[in-house]
């Protein structure tokens, strides 16, 4: 299971990466698309305003529907438009191309763990 050093991590098992124009990209971890299954269907907004911990839209699997949850608050500047038609890159590449929405954010990334403390509730979860 990948958790990439760059990114910080939500206990819902979404991750948030700062890009260098200030926005915040926003996906699920490699540890929440293996526990999905087979991604068929992501559905989240092309606009509007998050409110961290607040659910922002659903990813819908072979096994189940799981809410999205907003790792920080902010505006919506982009969503994935790759993924209405290959849903299954959450799957395949879940840190690249398999990204949810990009955000203008209200506040910085510090409340989010950083790896090792998302390994640690990674681990925690798997026992």
């Known amino acids: ?3 990439p050093a760059n990114l910080r991590y939500t206990d819902d098992h979404e991750w948030a990466r700062l890009e260098s124009d200030g926005t915040v990209t926003v ?8 526990s999905l299954g ?21 990813v819908e699997s072979t096994k189940s529907v799981s809410e ?10 982009e969503k994935n438009a790759l993924l209405d038609g290959e849903p299954e890159l959450v ?6 191309k398999g990204w949810m929405v990009r955000i ?3 506040g910085d990334l510090s409340g989010l ?3 090792a403390a998302y390994e640690a509730r990674v681990a925690a979860a798997d026992h």
């Not at 996906?27 to 293996?34: H, P, V």
């Not at 999205?68 to 500047?77: D, H, K, Q, W």
Request: net charge negative.
């Open 113 to 115: 763990m950083d790896p």
């Open 91 to 96: 799957n395949t590449d879940p840190y690249g």
């Open 38 to 58: 087979g991604v068929v269907y992501v559905e989240v907004p092309a606009s509007g305003s998050l409110e961290a911990g607040k659910s922002f839209g659903q």
């Open 68 to 77: 999205l949850y907003a790792p920080i608050s902010g505006e919506i500047v």
């Open 1 to 3: 299971m990948s958790i």
């Open 104 to 106: 203008a954010p209200k």
């Open 27 to 34: 996906g699920i971890t490699d540890f929440a698309q293996s």
